[in-house]
T-cell receptor, first 120, second 111 residues
Framework: GAVVSQHPSWVICKSGTSVKIECRSL??????MFWYRQFPKQSLMLMAT?????????EQGVEKDKFLINHASLTLSTLTVTSAHPEDSSFYIC????????????????FGPGTRLTVL | RKEVEQDPGPFNVPEGATVAFNCTYS??????FFWYRQDCRKEPKLLMS???SGNEDGRFTAQLNRASQYISLLIRDSKLSDSATYLC????????????FGTGTKLQVIP
């Protein structure tokens, strides 16, 4: 099956610093990548959708200047949490999708293993 | 009405039991559907796609009811290892529209 990696798997940083998380599709080209955030005992919350070569589409309430997303290639997307604060501590998960076909299992998303961010 | 709704549970069932979850969706034009499984502190993993004709994989059966706008997941002969949160995912009719995750149904299989 398709494999998506994330790096780092966990990170601890000081308040005010920036953290970059990488998401890579290892054995397929991902036209679309998604970034999610999940707080303990809560459901996945979509933060943004990014298509290769274009600007990310952010969900309501997600600050695009704080969560910078770059999807420069078909196999790599990055999320940078700028000026991180303790309330940004969360589990960040990316997913990747090959493409889009109507009513098809081709549309499934493959998830990375997640990055656990702790901001002190 | 929420775009995708699931009973959060938890469903506590004994080993060997059969358990079923439903997931309702509001957009009748939705095209593709999936069940994912998420273990505690881990990423979601695809369990199965849901086709119009239904889909069976071992002890797991998924079905789609377009008329009533829900998908279901049936687990037979529950194992302890089935304990997890089960997420339903609904894909919109167009690629630029948002994919919607349900909040998940928690299953606990007890010995």
């Amino acid at each position: 099956g398709a494999v998506v990696s994330q790096h780092p798997s966990w990170v601890i940083c000081k308040s005010g610093t920036s953290v970059k998380i990488e998401c890579r599709s290892l054995d397929f080209q991902a036209t679309t990548m998604f970034w999610y955030r999940q707080f303990p005992k809560q459901s996945l919350m979509l933060m943004a959708t990014s298509n290769e070569g274009s600007k990310a589409t952010y969900e309501q309430g997600v600050e695009k200047d704080k969560f910078l997303i770059n999807h420069a290639s078909l196999t790599l997307s990055t999320l940078t949490v700028t000026s991180a604060h303790p309330e940004d501590s969360s589990f960040y998960i990316c997913s990747a999708r090959q493409g889009w076909r109507e009513a098809s299992s081709y549309n499934e998303q493959f998830f990375g293993p997640g990055t656990r961010l702790t901001v002190l | 009405r929420k775009e995708v709704e699931q009973d959060p549970g938890p469903f506590n069932v004994p080993e060997g039991a059969t358990v079923a979850f439903n997931c309702t969706y509001s957009n009748s034009a939705s095209q593709s559907f999936f069940w994912y499984r998420q273990d505690c502190r881990k990423e979601p993993k695809l369990l199965m796609s849901v086709y119009s004709s239904g889909n069976e994989d071992g002890r797991f059966t998924a079905q789609l009811n377009r008329a009533s706008q829900y998908i279901s997941l049936l687990i037979r002969d529950s194992k302890l290892s089935d304990s997890a949160t089960y997420l339903c995912v609904v894909n919109p009719p167009e690629s630029y529209q948002k994919v919607t995750f349900g909040t998940g149904t928690k299953l606990q299989v007890i010995p």
